[in-house]
């Protein structure tokens, strides 16, 4: 392996190392040899390298991991396994000092390459945590820091890791002036613009009434589970392919050259650290930066999104894990991802006392939760028909556990994807599960090929009924396009019974496919003329549930309309779409007269969503069906327009002024939104309601002489939500 190069840069406090030449410097042999090393390392389990030479082979897998991970953005291991012999490297070179060489893994900040931005440096470098898996970890960093500090005691800060993409961000006079990436650790993208696109973080902030003139403050930026899972749907809609998990998601956007992209995605950012601050001339520290409790205190009060209502403070470490552990089981609950616990020493001063390594502060540590990333093997591809004809590639793996779940089978999305990430059967690759998002194949590691894998080939014709295939221009998705396939027919039955949609309970996927292939359910309408007493004899249909069945699909019949127009599964016409149409006509047959134009003139609704809603309703199969849905009891007016389409502050507008008791200005916004109202900027008759707060000014003012505003407290606007 070529001699590695060193660069110094030196910061006050701090020495970083960086390496200028790390571009692709192994060759296939060197890296096969290093990834026998490395499956070495990891199946010696707890021997450490027991001489100076085994400890530099250790340390040359450790670069040759950091080299594919920071600056190829390609690695090889899980970061479970990388962290376990990070941790042996340091463990040995704690017991014998001597052996430490100056560059040595645990001796730098990672590097990464990312030229597309400008780059900057940030204030102070941003060091990573070190990690601990368990129990007696965290009693040795209790240990570690009271010796250190040479305390009897200490208070502990406990908060969520976020799993997301870091941002450092700084504000000078009050003014949000840049935002920047993590980049590698020294250096970071400038990305100022994309950073205001984050409606969680302030423009401005009034940090001069603490006497702070500059500050410099980390956090994360997230995208709720809930806003990946809406956008990845809209990505379905149009044919294609996912995002992979919220965190990708969410660090992929920071680097959008389209704010208005960004903008889109509703990113979410939450701050966790003060990393400099400079005063006022003539103004003293203030008392809440003198420890990281206050520090996220006085960071919400200025109006970010810190973690204070996740934040404990305890003085014994058993707290500390029993709180860990308990976050770690509600994990799931949560609207975002996190991927551990952040333990952190309260007292600044003792922080400071602290201090840090080149790769971490010794006043803090990351408790990582089970991993949800794992090695499998590639063992076949299936193919599966979608209730619109798309032809889905599925991997078939060797059955791994990850997070709780024993993993087996993958979706691939489309032919595309097998081809962007160069997959084989046969192939060694790298699973992850994030939270309750579906699994997914993050790559194929191909220097671990070994001339035995074969090519992926996507099939010609439709699995099931054998049709030819088709594939738009523009759309990555192969379509089997005979409507009386078998695949789709089941499908689309699966979909109306769906929760989504009809929510037919009890009915379910397996039963759709047991009634059709006993030939008793063939259609949709065929729903409604189920034999109850014929499922009554087959084995597993108790009298409970054939009546809960029953009850559920004539409940079925009065479900709001939107969830009908759903459940037809017209391509391009998701959930939204679904209500935009509803709110539109008072019986589902009026779509029969709705031009392309008149569509389009519909909100949100483009060529692409209104041309595949013309082709259905001219389509008089389609056409019989919904007369018999009808026929059969099926409700087909709109009877839920108002409440289903838009919440129950649909066309009111609202403007929020003075300091409410309970909640903050942007979350009562949200919360009016959330039910349909409208936010707008200022006092005129189009405001319905003012809702005032404490030190309310000239806009209570004007309101009072426009009588048909509406002058509300925050109490009664919280009656109105709830
Ligand atoms: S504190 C100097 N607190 O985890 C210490 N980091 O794996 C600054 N992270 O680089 C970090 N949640 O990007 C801190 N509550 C939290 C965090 C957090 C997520 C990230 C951060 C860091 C990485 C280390």
Redesign the pocket.
């Known amino acids: 392996m070529p001699a590695l190069c060193f660069k110094e840069v030196l910061f006050p406090g701090f020495k970083v190392l960086l390496d200028p030449q790390m571009a692709s410097m192994y060759t296939k042999e060197e890296i096969r040899a290093l990834q026998d090393q490395t499956r070495a390392f990891l199946k010696e389990g707890t021997n450490l390298p027991a001489t100076p030479e085994a400890l530099e082979s250790l340390r040359n897998v450790l670069r040759f991991h950091e080299h594919r991970y920071y600056v190829q953005n390609d690695p090889l291991l899980a970061d479970t396994e990388y962290d376990h012999l990070y941790k042996m490297l340091e463990a040995v070179e704690k017991d014998q000092p001597d052996w430490v060489t100056p560059d040595s893994p645990t001796q730098r900040v990672g590097k990464s390459l990312n030229g597309n931005f400008k780059t900057v440096q940030h204030l102070v470098p941003?060091?990573?945590?070190d990690?601990s898996y368990n129990s007696d970890d965290l009693k040795d960093f209790d240990r570690k820091v009271l010796q250190l500090s040479k305390k009897n005691a200490v208070t502990y800060c406990v908060?969520?890791?976020?799993?997301g993409g870091?941002i450092s961000l700084i504000y000078e006079n009050d003014l949000l002036v840049r935002g920047a990436t993590?980049g590698n650790g020294v250096e970071g993208d400038e990305i100022t613009t994309n950073i205001r696109q984050i409606r969680t973080v302030p423009l401005s902030a009034t940090f001069s009434r603490y006497g702070i003139q500059q500050i410099e403050i980390?956090g994360?930026v997230l995208i709720n589970k809930n806003n990946f899972k809406k956008y990845n749907e809209e990505l379905a809609e149009k044919g294609q392919a996912p995002l992979a998990n919220p965190r990708n998601a969410a660090a992929g956007t920071l680097r959008i050259k389209d704010p208005a992209e960004v903008r889109r995605r509703n990113l979410e950012a939450?701050v966790?650290?003060i990393?400099d601050y400079t005063l006022l001339p003539g103004r003293e520290l203030p008392e809440p930066l003198q420890t990281h409790e206050g520090s996220l205190k006085l960071l919400w009060e200025l109006g970010f999104r810190s973690?204070v209502k996740e934040l404990r403070t305890f003085e014994r470490i058993e707290d500390v894990i029993d709180y860990c552990l308990e976050f770690e089981e509600g994990r799931d609950g949560l609207p975002y991802e996190i991927d551990g616990m952040?333990i952190?020493v309260n007292a600044i001063d003792m922080q400071e006392q602290l201090g840090m390594t080149s790769h971490h502060?010794r006043w803090?540590i990351?408790f990582k939760f089970k991993a949800r990333q794992a090695t499998s093997k590639l063992l076949e591809v299936k193919f599966q028909v979608g209730r619109t004809g798309s032809v889905t590639p599925v991997a078939k793996i060797e059955p791994v556990f990850i997070g709780g779940v024993t993993v087996s089978s993958i979706s691939l999305f489309n032919e595309e994807v097998i081809r962007e990430k160069n997959l084989k059967i046969g192939d060694t690759v790298l699973v992850e599960r994030a939270g309750d998002v579906i699994p997914y194949i993050v790559k194929s590691m191909e220097d671990l090929r070994d001339g035995n894998e074969t090519e992926i080939h996507f099939p010609k014709v439709c699995p099931v009924c054998s049709s030819e295939l088709f594939k738009e221009a523009e759309e990555a998705v192969w379509r089997c396009i005979n409507i009386e396939c078998p695949a789709q027919v089941v499908e689309r039955m699966i979909h109306f019974v769906s929760k989504d949609a009809l929510d037919i309970r009890g009915f379910g996927e397996a039963n759709v496919r047991k009634f059709y292939e006993l030939g008793w359910l063939k259609d949709i309408p065929g729903i409604y003329k189920l034999d109850f007493e014929k499922l009554g004899a087959l084995e597993g249909f108790g009298k409970k549930s054939i009546d809960n069945l029953q009850q559920a699909i004539e409940r079925s019949k009065t479900q709001p309309l939107h969830r009908i127009i759903f459940g037809l599964g017209i391509r391009f016409v998701g959930e939204t779409t679904a209500k935009v149409l509803a709110a539109n006509i008072s019986h589902l047959l009026e779509l029969q007269t709705f031009s392309q134009e008149a569509l389009q003139g519909l909100e949100d609704i483009g060529p692409k969503v209104a041309g595949s809603i013309v082709h259905f309703f001219s389509n008089t199969s389609n056409i019989e069906m919904i007369r018999e849905l009808e026929t059969l009891g099926v409700q087909l007016t709109n009877t839920h327009k108002q409440l289903d389409i838009a919440g129950a502050l649909a066309g009111q507008t609202f403007l929020f002024t003075g300091t409410l008791p309970t909640l903050k200005r942007s979350e009562a916004e949200a919360m009016a939104e959330a039910q349909g109202g409208k936010i707008v900027g200022g006092v005129s008759a189009k405001l319905n309601y003012l809702v005032v707060g404490e030190d309310a000014g000239s806009k209570l003012e004007k309101a009072k002489k426009i009588n048909t505003v509406k002058i509300i407290t925050e109490a009664d606007f919280l009656k109105m939500v709830q």
């Open positions: 941003m060091l990573s945590l990690n908060e969520p890791k976020f799993d870091s993590r980390r994360e939450f966790y650290h990393s973690p952040v952190k502060p803090a990351a």
